[in-house]
């Protein structure tokens, strides 16, 4: 249930999406195995929200938002947007589809033809979608250099001859340039200086309220995803443990994973600092080649039971707008004294990878 | 909005202009070694090009040979005609220096047109083994690692042979050319396509390709109008070497006797008639011929060099 917007209207649902990367050996490239990236994902974005995606690297938050737009082939799964379906679209329905759905890239450096001009990159998918002529193009390409803060007179400039932040609006003008309804954001402020991140998140909530755009949001930088989402999903080792709206899951987080990776946000207050308690959990990411039997956190939670390694809890809805994937929940009554007993135990350090 | 603003828009640079102050020609400015080479191979080049103005005779007009001038050396008169020659005569009385402006422009238009075709089709496979991988990148690139195991004059050989059998006799001289051509563009695409391969292996999973691929581009327009553009550093490189080893297996193969006709010779030719000769104290008929090949693939070969350091941003 989206906070702050009125209306309730999904714009993209995404059910049990799969996406597994064959493993291939000897000289046949037979299949040995599944790298399971994204497994049995669900979520849905209403229109004119901010859905954010968090987790540690490698979690599959961004090939899960390259296969909603049908970057990669999903293993299976159903994504609907604006009530069509994606995931087996052919070449061209899917074609069509493409002015709707539109990405902002990580990486302005690569996501930038170093051999084209601002410009051509600005108009390609005019090129592709539309019929204008070179003048309606050029007058559409300098709209949409003004919309996102760039300087008409380097239309003609080359990549190179940016910095990161004119490079990510640049990015984003090609993403706008044919009135996108949604855009996933794939790290778009990872690579940029913190003085600049601001400056491009403001850019992109500036955009969304002015064209009524629809947000995924993927970043592992906690805090600003506190300041840009409505709703929050929490990836773990290819699923989501959490989805819930902004305040309930920063001010009350469920899952054990949940908790540990907010306790890992950084606090600018030392005062605040000196007294908070970090949940550090022990271990590894297990491969997503070979994910654990039972719960996926079932290895690090500190909060362990007998049931998580043998039953993968289902994600369900525990309160309205609210779901988690964790037996604890689900299993209310025993949840106390487990928790007290594990915190007890203590647990060996370690870190929760925050950067990539 | 768009009213009068895109008239103040400046016009790009001229290109001469960016050309001028690339670091490109900064490098080459610097380098003494490329400067000479650039210099021996555009005289050599312009020399075959308007060989019919620069040469004193036209070695190939019965009319204007005269067979009394038979091997004059170089620089003397000849005993008979008291005529004399530069680089001396061969055999018939044709004049060395015209016959090696003559033989270059087939050298040098064989070596061009046989580089275009390995060019061509090497970066086109390999733009299509990188970009779609799968069975069509298994299929060519294995092809290529076949091919790569035979000597590349041997392939050439082959494939001249082959074309010799099923073109009928009376057009096997005219199209002995064309046939040098294919043979020896057909044996040089691997290296072309194996850099092209592995470039567009690491451009393709760049973000801008997913922009495109996102945007709704085709394959096709992708490959041509992202990738290619990308991966054309290398494969400029590599084709300014294989220009002087065209040059050398055009040579080779006329030397063995496979390549150009008599009737045209090339370098490769000249050297076959001169080496004749040799033993028998007529030195130059084999001597400047020789030379002109070693400095013209020489000066690729080293203007090859130059180029691969200067647009290797590594080395920058």
């Known amino acids: 249930m989206p906070d702050g917007t009125g209306t309730l209207n999904p714009l993209v649902e995404v059910r049990g999406l799969k996406m597994y990367f064959p493993i291939t050996a000897g000289v046949f490239r037979k299949k040995v195995g599944d ?68 990405m902002v890239f990580q990486d302005p450096q690569a996501s ?45 400039r080359y990549p190179h001859e940016f910095s990161g932040g004119q490079r990510q609006r640049i990015g984003i003008a090609r993403a706008l340039a044919l009135n996108p309804r949604f855009i996933v954001c794939d790290e778009p402020i990872a690579a940029l200086d913190v003085s600049i991140q601001a400056q491009v998140v403001n850019l992109l909530e500036e955009l969304q309220d002015r064209l009524g755009l629809t947000y995924l949001f993927i970043s592992h930088d906690l805090s600003m995803v506190r300041h840009i989402a409505d709703r929050v999903a929490v990836m773990y080792l290819g699923k989501i443990v959490e989805l819930a709206p902004r305040e309930s899951l920063y001010g009350s987080p469920q899952h054990p994973y949940t908790q540990a990776l907010l306790s890992a946000v950084p606090e600018p207050d030392p005062m605040v600092e000196a007294t908070r308690r970090r949940i550090i959990i022990g271990g590894d990411v297990p491969s997503p080649a070979n994910p654990p039997k039972g719960c996926n956190f079932c290895t690090r939670c500190p909060k362990v039971m007998d049931i998580c390694r043998e039953i993968d809890p289902e994600f369900r809805e525990i309160a309205p ?27 060996t350090e370690i870190r929760i990878q925050q950067g990539e | 909005m768009t009213d009068a603003r895109p008239a103040s828009v400046p016009p790009p640079p001229g290109r001469l202009r960016r050309a001028w102050q690339s670091d490109f020609l900064w490098s080459f400015r610097r380098a003494p070694v490329a400067m000479v080479s650039f210099l021996v191979v555009t005289v050599l080049v312009l020399a075959a090009v308007f060989a019919p103005l620069v040469a004193p005779h036209d070695p190939f007009n019965p009319a204007t040979l005269n067979l009394m001038n038979g091997f004059t050396p170089p620089g003397q008169p000849n005993a008979f005609t008291g005529e004399s020659f530069w680089l ?27 580089v275009l075709l390995a060019m061509v089709l090497g970066v086109l496979l390999g733009l299509l083994a990188g970009y779609l991988g799968g069975w069509t990148e298994t299929v060519i690139m294995r ?45 040089d695409w691997v290296q072309f396509a194996r850099v092209v391969r592995g470039a567009t292996l690491v451009e393709k999973n760049k973000e801008y390709v997913q922009a495109a691929r996102l945007v709704g581009r085709s394959p096709f327009a992708i490959m041509t109008r992202h990738i290619l553009p990308n991966v054309l550093n290398p494969v400029l490189v590599i084709a300014t ?22 009737t045209k010779p090339s370098l490769g030719t000249l050297i076959r008639i001169g080496q004749e000769f040799m033993f028998s104290g007529e030195w130059w ?5 020789a030379l002109t090949l070693l400095a013209l693939a020489l000066s690729i070969n080293l203007l090859g060099d130059w180029l691969r350091d200067a647009l290797n941003p590594r080395l920058r």
């Open chain 1, 321 to 347: 707008g609210r779901h988690v994937a964790c037996h604890l929940v689900t299993q209310a009554s025993q949840t106390a004294g487990q928790a007290a007993a594990s915190e007890a135990s203590g647990t």
């Open chain 1, 35 to 102: 790298v399971k990236a994204v497994d049995d994902v669900s979520f849905t974005i209403y229109e004119g929200e901010t859905l954010g995606l968090v987790g540690e690297s490698g979690c599959g938050k961004s090939t899960c938002g390259r296969a909603v737009l049908r970057l990669y082939e999903p293993t299976a799964g159903s994504i609907r947007i604006a009530g069509t379906e994606i995931a087996t679209a052919g070449f061209d329905s899917l074609r069509a589809m493409r002015p709707a759905m539109q």
């Open chain 2, 143 to 187: 092809v290529a690692d076949v091919q790569l195991t035979f000597p590349a004059i041997l392939v050439a050989m082959l494939i001249f042979g082959i074309a010799k059998g099923i073109t009928p006799p009376e057009y096997r001289d005219q199209m002995a050319i064309w046939v040098l051509i294919l043979a020896i563009g057909l044996s």
């Open chain 2, 285 to 289: 008929i084999l001597f400047f011929p």
């Open chain 1, 112 to 156: 930038l033809n170093p051999r084209m001009t601002v410009a051509g990159i600005i108009g390609e998918p005019l090129d592709e979608h539309t019929t204008l002529t070179r003048k309606e193009k050029l007058a559409r390409i300098y709209e949409l250099m003004d919309q996102v803060g760039l300087n008409r007179d380097f239309a003609n």
């Open chain 2, 241 to 262: 070497i294989s220009l002087a080893l065209a040059i050398i297996a055009e040579a080779t193969l006329s030397f063995l006797g496979v390549g150009a006709p008599p």
């Open chain 2, 88 to 114: 001396g005569t061969d055999d018939q009385g044709r004049d060395v220096f015209s016959t090696i402006l003559y033989g270059m422009r087939i050298s040098l238009f064989v070596g061009f047109s046989a």
